[in-house]
């Protein structure tokens, strides 16, 4: 099992930038595509993005399409989330999970994730 751990959320302005890290242990996450998703409060969890094992591959919403970037590190063990022109409507706490499968659209769905870490809150104030 993959322990995983969401940094990097805060308190932004419209407009802003944030850059979200999630750190793996336990195992390493070469071999793991890896996701982002998010939530708010009474909704479903949300795919944001998604890389395969050696960030050859990348899949977004199309709300965060040239707004958001994810990478990885495998050497660091660490995937990141770069969030630019942040919006009110991204707010949200924001999840790093293990994929199972890359591929559109399968790698969206939150069923092909399986360790996920405890999540960080980004709020963007309008």
């Known amino acids: 099992q993959v322990q995983l751990v969401e940094s990097g959320g805060g308190l932004v302005q419209t407009g802003g930038s944030l850059r979200l890290s999630c750190a793996a242990s336990g195992r390493t996450i070469s071999g793991y595509p890896m996701g982002w998703f998010r939530q708010t409060p009474g909704k479903e969890r949300e795919f944001v993005a998604h890389?395969?094992?050696?960030?050859?591959?990348?899949y977004y919403t199309d709300s965060v399409k040239g707004r958001f970037t994810i990478s990885r590190d495998n050497a660091k063990n660490t995937v990141y989330l770069q969030m630019n022109s942040l919006k009110p409507e991204d707010t949200a706490v924001y999840y790093c999970?293990?994929?199972?499968?890359?591929?559109?659209?399968?790698?969206?769905?939150?069923?092909?994730?399986?360790?996920w870490g405890q999540g960080t809150q980004v709020t963007v104030s309008s």
């Open positions: 890389i395969n094992t050696d960030g050859t591959e990348t």
């Open positions: 999970a293990t994929g199972t499968i890359s591929g559109w659209p399968i790698s969206s769905w939150p069923n092909t994730y399986n360790d």
